[in-house]
């Protein structure tokens, strides 16, 4: 079989999706976000070691032409293609199906993404596609789909057309992870990606799939019969996390420590990455028994210290033995959601956390030497300027805090996916001040929700605390390596693309 992993090049007056491994979207000006789609990657290994051929061509962050882009998928002329899909972006999606429908017609075009996962039904009604995928392991499930013969042996989470009709397989079930292959890098074009915060070459892995580690679990780690597991039942649930509700259903699963060591010692040994970044929902770092398995693992192949990690992270996770087991495996940088910097608001949100277990966390972290890199959203109906100032002013607090350089953060707006628990509390509430089956309205640059606030004006305050001239006095002063100014210019580089993203 021929399959192709696309993600055409579609912009937005100008500005570039950011589609591939996001959990929210939106079109941007920035050029320096090229996030590696993880899971895409995992799929087009597994069916090149089946014996396929795959052509994996990512025609967003190629920055590809429209005409070359054709070209090169027509003449590979796929049995199937594969897309990625989000709510926003699958009406352009679909028109470019059609297309396909129109120069390939023996082709099958499978969806999968988290909107297709809450709606796929939908999500085929709309498109020509043949198949929509539900769940977030469509790597497992795809392949498997590809490599059985006969419909009835197709794997659960298969929505398909047959006579006009929409069948499918049943519920899509969650794969053991540590049976996934060793990432080809080479096939899925691992050098195109990168951040402005990563030292380059930087690359991604996902240690796991799903969000472990609210607060709950803490009462469940007390529980001694569960002692020592590396799953948890006590996820995360906050009401937008759109992947968590999506496709990981609200569940946690790790990679064994061996696993992911094995796929950072390739990265280290045969590509020479100088930073790594774990993009699952909240990393490993909610589980302190993986964390010293991976610590003993790093070590064991003298690893540690050779190449810089950074995860997203829980800032209640960060405890001192957490700290202090990153720092020794060579964790260089966390990424972490603060979401407001108010307790009436992470309540509202299911966040199962407290403004000051935020402050206490991401201070530990700084105060062990690791780099934090915040996430807030400005918006939420029910907050008032005040709230986003007192957001404003939580978020400055950490960030002068003992500051390093490296130090940052993200504000967007907040968008409340259709799926999530926050779309069903838009519409119950009648937030909503666009049409909420409108799709492409639900760009994390713009304001959906009713609102009293300036959602621009904030956001931008928020993006400006990297102005701000204590930061960047303290910035300067602990920078120490050279390979840091280039890490400083793509950086600012980076903050004007999103400013101008605001400029509303
Ligand atoms: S803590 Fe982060 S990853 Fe976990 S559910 Fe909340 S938003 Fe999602």
Same mark, same amino acid.
Request: glycine share 12%.
């Given at each position: 079989m021929k399959i192709a992993i696309i993600y055409p090049p579609l912009t937005f007056h100008n500005d570039y999706p950011?589609?591939?491994?996001?959990?929210q979207f939106k079109y941007t000006n920035s050029l320096e976000v090229r996030i590696y789609p993880v899971v895409m990657a995992y799929l087009a290994t597994m069916l090149k070691k089946t014996g396929h051929r795959v052509l994996y061509l990512d025609g967003i962050n190629l920055r590809m032409d429209k005409a070359i882009f054709n070209r090169q998928l027509v003449e590979f002329s796929p049995d199937f293609i594969v897309m990625e899909t989000k709510a926003p972006i699958l009406k352009s999606h679909a028109q470019y199906i059609k297309l396909i429908k129109k120069n390939m017609s023996r082709t099958k075009v499978i969806l999968v993404g988290d909107h297709v996962t809450f709606f796929p039904e939908e999500s085929l009604k709309i498109s020509q596609a043949d198949m929509a995928i539900q769940g977030g392991d469509y790597d497992f499930i795809i392949n498997e789909l590809i490599n059985?013969?006969? @419909? $009835? $042996?197709w794997p659960g989470g298969i929505y398909y057309t047959k006579s006009g009709r929409i069948k499918n397989t049943g519920p899509s079930r969650f794969y053991d992870l540590n049976q996934l292959p060793l990432i080809d890098r080479e096939l899925t074009m691992w050098k195109i990606y990168g951040e402005a915060y990563l030292y380059h070459p930087c690359a991604y892995i996902m240690s796991g799939r799903g969000c472990g580690g609210s607060n709950s679990y803490k009462n469940f780690k007390s529980n001694k019969k569960l002692k020592g597991q590396y799953d948890t039942k006590m996820p995360g649930l906050c009401t937008f996390c759109i992947w968590q509700h999506s496709f990981w259903r609200c569940s946690a699963r790790l990679q064994s420590p061996e696993k992911v060591a094995d796929e950072i010692e390739n990265l280290y040994r045969n590509y020479h990455v100088k930073e790594i970044f774990d993009d699952n929902e909240s990393g490993a770092i909610w589980n302190e028994k993986w964390l010293n398995d991976f610590h003993r693992e790093m070590k064991k192949r003298n690893l540690t210290g050779k190449v810089s990690l950074s995860s997203n992270a829980r800032a209640d996770s960060l405890t001192d033995p957490v700290c202090r087991l990153l720092k020794a495996s060579g964790f260089r940088l966390l990424k972490i959601g603060? @979401?407001?910097?108010n307790d009436k608001t992470l309540n509202m949100l299911k966040k199962d956390e407290t403004t000051s277990e935020t402050m206490n966390g991401v201070k530990k972290a700084k105060e062990y030497g690791l780099i934090a890199m915040l996430t807030t959203m400005v918006g939420y109906p029910w907050e008032t300027e005040n709230d986003a100032l007192q957001t404003y002013n939580f978020t400055k607090e950490i960030m002068l805090y003992k500051t390093h350089f490296g130090d940052s953060l993200q504000s967007s707006i907040v968008v409340p996916y259709p799926g999530t628990p926050l779309y069903r509390q838009a519409l119950k509430n009648k937030w909503f001040i666009v049409d909420p089956e409108k799709y492409e309205n639900f760009d994390m640059a713009h304001q959906i929700l009713k609102t009293s606030i300036n959602t621009v004006k904030w956001c931008k305050k928020m993006w400006r605390i990297h102005l701000h001239p204590l930061f960047i006095i303290k910035s300067i002063f602990t920078l120490r390596k050279w390979k840091d100014i280039k890490l400083a210019f793509r950086g600012f580089i980076s903050l004007l693309g999103h400013l101008r993203d605001y400029s509303a």
């Open positions: 950011l589609l591939t491994q996001n959990r059985v013969r006969g @419909e $009835k $042996k603060i @979401e407001s910097g």
